[in-house]
């Protein structure tokens, strides 16, 4: 926050809190204390940095309100009178649908039920005078969106200018991924400490993201892409505001660390609006055992049967998961090396069938099972995990509000043109555009294309990207989801859907189902699909010589 405040021009400093995991995160803190469920790391940086932001003029829009943005637009006033301070403080709220659960006929049993704000109560937050804007639940593009429609006085139906600011927002809104953190050619670039991207914004919706000088990492077209195609989906990129069209994004490199993002078209906002629900799933627990040496797939087979055999008729947890990873190398320097590890997962809604019951079973086998057995940790008591749930709401149930900083409430009535049945947007077939015969070579498709991915709710986005218009005529061609279910056996027997988006010479797969209930139920070894696009790229396959 101090080096965004420091380094340079800065009109508004927003910053993006909460991921979905973090709702249950946040929802356990209020169960302990009704008084919390907010990012308490925000009010730490603004103890240091509130009164450097108001002496430079510079306003601030988070949405670390979580599930209580009173409480910390409070919290706020206090850190200020604490330090001398005056401050303008509005918060945004509405989104909390728990206390009204069963007027909206959501189920039972929930921790947190929020709906996804759009931007128009930060922007009458901003226009009242507000210096710091806290909300809970708006849609990550809305930190930026809201500022814009504040600064430029755009209304509802200024579809394409909204559409380019949620562009430019969705760059923003995981900070250095945009300026080279998580990028597949991060050898390109000095990433020791990268900088925080930053949009100069117009007023017809157009941006150019940038970063302050002397701040590392790199703002390149490529780096732009990556978080364009990052946890989106289609063509079609919905919000409450705005539908803004993936497909008409134009990204041109004005200079170093400057890339201008215009051309973009706004739709109607869909006529639902998305609301996430969060509740306890059960307990899980790990226990992983180190297989050294030979015959590892034997010791792994009767590490599974001795451990089964010893569980207590009746104390069964209700989910076993096994899985052998093979680290092992043949004629290994070290012991690690010669190690592979097999991996135990355990769900059940009985925290004991996960804690004692697991430990007890993976201990008794210790000195009676394969030889060399040992366990990377004791088993521990286990812990809870939660499960995340999107559902969809008519938007005129939601009572969107602004509390303006002198106390008044403003409400935010929904958009008022919606679209119920856009129509399909065909994929282009390009005459002539496969490569032809042709010498290839097999090589990692890393070699030419790059790839970022992540997590929505219990899907996984993996968006992929050639570096030139070749390269893009050639992967449109040839990664299918034939392919991709070849190329990445896990995903083989799930539904995927591919969308091309030519002006990013990229392609977006959506894989539905693989990361089970979401992120917080850690159903896979990589529970947020964060290095799915990265094990693509070391996937070998045949390609043109021309494009190496």
């Given at each position: 926050m101090r080096e965004m405040l420091t380094g340079?021009?800065?009109?508004?400093?927003?910053?993006?809190?909460?991921?979905?995991?973090?709702?249950?995160?946040?929802?356990?803190?209020?169960?302990?204390?009704?008084?919390?469920?907010?990012?308490?790391?925000?009010?730490?940086?603004?103890?240091?940095?509130?009164?450097l932001a108001l002496e430079r003029g510079v306003r601030i829009v988070?949405?670390?309100?979580?599930?209580?943005?009173?409480?910390?637009?409070d919290a706020v006033r206090e850190l200020a009178r604490s330090r001398g301070l005056d401050v303008a403080v509005g918060h945004v709220e509405g989104d909390d649908l728990?206390?009204?659960?069963?007027?909206?006929?959501?189920?039972?049993?929930?921790?947190?039920?929020?709906?996804?704000?759009?931007?128009?109560?930060?922007?009458?937050?901003?226009?009242?005078?507000?210096?710091?804007?806290?909300?809970?639940?708006?849609?990550?593009?809305?930190?930026?969106?809201?500022?814009?429609?504040?600064?430029?006085g755009w209304g509802p139906g200024e579809?394409?200018?909204?559409?380019?600011?949620?562009?430019?927002?969705?760059?923003?809104?995981?900070?250095?991924?945009?300026?080279?953190?998580?990028?597949?050619?991060?050898?390109?670039?000095?990433?020791?400490?990268?900088?925080?991207?930053?949009?100069?914004?117009?007023?017809?919706?157009?941006?150019?993201?940038?970063?302050?000088?002397?701040?590392?990492?790199?703002?390149?077209?490529?780096?732009?892409?990556?978080?364009?195609?990052?946890?989106?989906?289609?063509?079609?990129?919905?919000?409450?505001?705005?539908?803004?069209?993936?497909?008409?994004?134009?990204?041109?490199?004005e200079g170093p660390d400057r890339v201008r993002i215009d051309g973009v078209r706004g739709e109607a906002p869909p006529a639902t609006l998305k609301a996430g629900l969060n509740r306890l799933g059960g307990h899980r627990n790990e226990v992983v055992f180190v297989l050294t040496g030979l015959d590892i797939e034997v010791k792994a087979a009767l590490a599974r049967r001795q451990f089964e055999d010893a569980l207590t008729p009746g104390r069964r947890p209700a989910e076993l998961r096994w899985t052998l990873v093979r680290t092992d190398r043949a004629d290994a320097a070290t012991e690690e090396t010669a190690s592979a590890l097999l991996r135990l997962t355990a769900r059940d809604r009985d925290p004991d069938r996960v804690g004692r019951e697991l430990g007890r079973a993976a201990v008794e086998s210790g000195l009676a099972g394969y030889p060399g057995l040992h366990l990377t940790a004791p088993p521990g008591p286990g812990a809870p995990y939660g499960v995340f749930e999107a559902v969809y709401l008519d938007p005129?149930?939601?009572?969107?509000?602004?509390?303006?900083?002198?106390?008044?409430?403003?409400?935010?009535?929904?958009a008022p043109v919606t679209s119920t049945d856009p129509a399909p947007i065909e994929e282009t077939v390009?005459?002539?555009?496969?490569?032809?015969?042709?010498?290839?070579?097999?090589?990692?498709?890393?070699?030419?294309?790059?790839?970022?991915?992540?997590?929505?709710?219990?899907?996984?986005?993996?968006?992929?990207?050639?570096?030139?218009?070749p390269g893009r005529r050639w992967l449109t061609h040839t990664l299918t989801t034939d392919l991709l279910r070849e190329l990445l056996p896990e995903v083989a027997q799930l539904p995927i859907t591919r969308h091309v988006l030519p002006n990013l010479r990229a392609l977006n797969f959506t894989i539905t189902g693989l990361l089970g209930e979401g992120a917080a139920a850690r159903h896979r070894f990589d529970p947020q699909a964060k290095a799915l696009g990265e094990w693509l790229r070391s996937r070998h396959l045949d390609v043109p010589e021309a494009l190496l």
């Open positions: 340079g021009p800065l009109d508004v400093l927003t910053g993006d809190y909460l991921a979905e995991l973090t709702m249950l995160v946040l929802a356990r803190d209020r169960l302990k204390d009704p008084s919390l469920g907010y990012a308490r790391t925000f009010l730490r940086q603004l103890e240091e940095c509130l009164g988070v949405n670390a309100g979580g599930l209580n943005p009173g409480r910390l637009a728990l206390p009204r659960r069963s007027e909206l006929g959501l189920p039972e049993g929930l921790l947190a039920a929020n709906a996804y704000l759009g931007a128009f109560g930060v922007a009458e937050c901003l226009k009242a005078g507000a210096d710091v804007v806290v909300t809970g639940r708006v849609t990550d593009a809305a930190l930026v969106v809201g500022p814009a429609v504040a600064r430029f579809l394409d200018a909204l559409a380019g600011a949620v562009v430019a927002g969705h760059v923003l809104e995981c900070g250095a991924q945009a300026t080279g953190g998580n990028y597949a050619f991060f050898r390109e670039h000095d990433l020791t400490r990268p900088g925080f991207p930053l949009a100069e914004l117009r007023a017809d919706g157009s941006s150019v993201i940038t970063k302050h000088p002397g701040t590392g990492g790199a703002v390149t077209v490529g780096t732009v892409t990556a978080q364009l195609l990052y946890e989106t989906g289609g063509p079609r990129y919905l919000g409450p505001d705005v539908t803004a069209r993936l497909d008409t994004v134009r990204l041109t490199e005129v149930a939601v009572e969107h509000t602004a509390v303006l900083p002198d106390g008044r409430r403003v409400a935010v009535p929904p390009e005459q002539g555009a496969a490569c032809g015969p042709a010498p290839t070579r097999r090589v990692p498709l890393g070699l030419v294309a790059g790839a970022r991915s992540g997590d929505k709710g219990g899907d996984a986005n993996l968006g992929v990207w050639a570096r030139d218009e």
